[in-house]
């Protein structure tokens, strides 16, 4: 029995571990080709549905920090592909906006991992989404993990660290 559990442990690790480096390889992928970091792909995304919105409205929307969006932000405007504008109305208020810059790079760039996972997880059967939205809970909780701030994109590492 010890055997089996030592076993069946270690493909654990290694399912995680291949897990992990398939978010880092796309990561990767999309930094060296499209000069984009998974959030800022994101958040162009966003900005794209919405065309503009204030940095608290982005960041409830993607489920980040203000702190972590403005500083993406920063990137993206830095490299032309947002622009800042003071709201007419509240001058305190600055709306977010894609630019054409923006757009084109978003055009080429491929969807995010997180949703080629979400389309493959939408796809099975409703007992077998449970089944692993339970099965990752339990892991999290094995890691005593419960506390640890995420939100829902598929890289490794700080967000706002080169994002």
Known sequence: MEKKNKVRSKEMLIGLRKIT???DLHSKYLLKTFGITSPQLVILQELMEC???TISELA?????TQGTV???VARLEKNTLVSRKRSGEDKRRIHISITEEGKKLL???P?????RFANSYYALEEWEQLMILSSINRIV???SAEKIEASPFLMSGPLDNGS
């Open 60 to 64: 409830q929307t993607i489920s980040l």
């Open 111 to 115: 969807s995010p991992l997180q949703e």
């Open 21 to 23: 480096q398939a978010i």
């Open 141 to 143: 909780s094995m890691m």
């Open 70 to 72: 403005t500083t993406i």
């Open 107 to 109: 055009k080429s760039t």
């Open 51 to 53: 065309s503009s919105l």
